[in-house]
């Protein structure tokens, strides 16, 4: 990840506000919020406070649109060690298909509907774009309702993207 900030007047008035712009590039995925470190000094004393930014991996997503054979076909292709994780894991909130798709878009997978062939089922997929290269993500979410549980599996091009993506939604469902 890169950080790119401006730099700010050495002086600042009391109660006075500076917006301060932050760039951030994703070079690949990455599974910790970043951290800045803000540095001053206030009458007299230096001041050194270390801050997460709360940025995902997920914001560097963008949702994709692909019918049944081309997932599926995809789906298959992703096979490899590392490539996919699947939870089982409780709801959290109320199992309610639009705040579902809701969520899978805000983590930057486009809902594919009609492509699993349980129409309870939710398909995703979305590309995460990094610097110089794009990592595939699919996800399949299969709710129960009766048990108030839901099983998410997601495939990945790039290893271990796939464990990051459940654990990060995961939280949120």
Same mark, same amino acid.
């Given at each position: 990840?890169? $950080?790119?900030?401006?730099? *700010?007047?050495?002086?600042?008035?009391?109660?006075?506000?500076?917006?301060?712009?932050?760039?951030?590039?994703?070079?690949?995925?990455?599974?910790?919020?970043?951290?800045? #470190?803000?540095?001053?000094?206030?009458? /007299?004393?230096?001041?050194?406070? +270390? !801050?997460?930014?709360?940025?995902? @991996?997920? %914001?560097?997503?963008?949702?994709?649109?692909?019918?049944?054979?081309?997932?599926?076909?995809?789906?298959?292709? !992703?096979?490899?060690?590392?490539?996919?994780?699947? %939870?089982?894991?409780?709801? &959290? %909130?109320?199992?309610?298909?639009? !705040? @579902?798709?809701?969520?899978?878009? /805000?983590? /930057?997978?486009? &809902? !594919?509907?009609? *492509?699993?062939?349980?129409?309870?089922?939710? @398909?995703?997929?979305?590309?995460? +774009?990094?610097?110089?290269? #794009?990592?595939?993500?699919?996800?399949?979410?299969?709710?129960?309702?009766?048990?108030?549980?839901?099983?998410?599996?997601?495939?990945?091009?790039?290893?271990? *993207?796939?464990?990051?993506? @459940?654990? $990060?939604?995961? #939280?949120?469902?």
């Amino acid at each position: 990840l890169r $950080l790119e900030g401006q730099r *700010v007047p050495q002086l600042i008035s009391a109660g006075a506000q500076i917006p301060q712009t932050i760039k951030a590039t994703a070079i690949t995925a990455f599974a910790e919020t970043p951290l800045i #470190q803000i540095t001053f000094n206030a009458a /007299g004393n230096p001041h050194n406070m +270390v !801050l997460r930014l709360p940025l995902l @991996v997920n %914001k560097f997503s963008k949702g994709t649109s692909m019918g049944a054979q081309d997932f599926f076909m995809r789906w298959k292709n !992703l096979n490899q060690p590392g490539q996919e994780c699947q %939870k089982v894991f409780k709801a &959290t %909130k109320a199992m309610d298909n639009d !705040l @579902v798709r809701g969520k899978m878009q /805000g983590f /930057g997978f486009q &809902t !594919l509907d009609g *492509v699993d062939p349980k129409p309870d089922n939710f @398909v995703g997929a979305g590309i995460i +774009v990094c610097e110089g290269s #794009q990592i595939g993500c699919l996800l399949r979410l299969e709710p129960s309702k009766s048990a108030q549980m839901y099983r998410m599996t997601i495939r990945s091009s790039r290893e271990g *993207v796939a464990e990051l993506l @459940v654990n $990060l939604l995961s #939280q949120d469902l």
